[in-house]
T-cell receptor, first 114, second 112 residues
Framework: NAGVTQTPKFQVLKTGQSMTLQCAQDMNHEYMSWYRQDPGMGLRLIHYSVGAGITDQGEVPNGYNVSRSTTEDFPLRLLSAAPSQTSVYFC?????????????FGNGTRLTVT | RKEVEQDPGPFNVPEGATVAFNCTYSNSASQSFFWYRQDCRKEPKLLMSVYSSGNEDGRFTAQLNRASQYISLLIRDSKLSDSATYLCVVTPFRENTDKLIFGTGTRLQVFP
């Protein structure tokens, strides 16, 4: 059982480039979310989705887009990368609303923007 | 004041020791509470939920104090494998349980 799969594991971008971080889960979870983790800041919610076709903003959504066309996939798009987006990104899923069931995290994507 | 605050540590303890972490939260309407564990350069994983009556899972005990707005995690008989960062997680609003607030974590280092 793969759980939550994120790709790529590492990425280096130049300022202004765009890219998509991929996230897929095979647990048939309705809820999926993206977090970024920075030193001294804790994990911060970027965007989340309560089901296919439904997305909403989290705490730090600026500069990121998401879509949820299927239950399994929840890609995160960086529109025009900035050095402030250098971070570790985690995708997570849960079977119910995030306060009601555990979050299952992917392995993370380490992104550096130069 | 941060919504969720933790002592960053590190807590350096010998094997077999008992260690406790506290986490304070600012929103009295917070409804759900969790402890997650994160190993170095790995993803967080749920350690345990925290219930109003307190709960225990083997060597780990979690407690909630609503009056003082903090949760605690007690680890007894520490093992080397307990070395990790422990994240306190809170759902801040009674109306919306889809957003969790993570603390910055408390680092534990268990030495032989």
């Amino acid at each position: 059982n793969a759980g939550v799969t994120q790709t790529p594991k590492f990425q280096v971008l130049k300022t202004g480039q765009s890219m998509t971080l991929q996230c897929a889960q095979d647990m048939n979870h309705e809820y999926m979310s993206w977090y970024r983790q920075d030193p001294g800041m804790g994990l911060r919610l970027i965007h989340y989705s309560v089901g296919a076709g439904i997305t909403d903003q989290g705490e730090v959504p600026n500069g990121y887009n998401v879509s949820r066309s299927t239950t399994e996939d929840f890609p995160l798009r960086l529109l025009s990368a900035a050095p402030s987006q250098t971070s570790v990104y985690f995708c997570a899923s849960s079977s119910q609303g995030q306060g009601l069931s555990p979050l299952h995290f992917g392995n993370g994507t380490r992104l550096t923007v130069t | 004041r941060k919504e969720v605050e933790q002592d960053p540590g590190p807590f350096n303890v010998p094997e077999g020791a008992t260690v406790a972490f506290n986490c304070t939260y600012s929103n009295s309407a917070s409804q759900s509470f969790f402890w997650y564990r994160q190993d170095c350069r790995k993803e967080p994983k749920l350690l345990m939920s925290v219930y109003s009556s307190g709960n225990e899972d083997g060597r780990f005990t979690a407690q909630l104090n609503r009056a003082s707005q903090y949760i605690s995690l007690l680890i007894r008989d520490s093992k080397l494998s307990d070395s990790a960062t422990y994240l306190c997680v809170v759902t801040p609003f009674r109306e919306n349980t889809d957003k969790l607030i993570f603390g910055t974590g408390t680092r534990l280092q268990v030495f032989p």
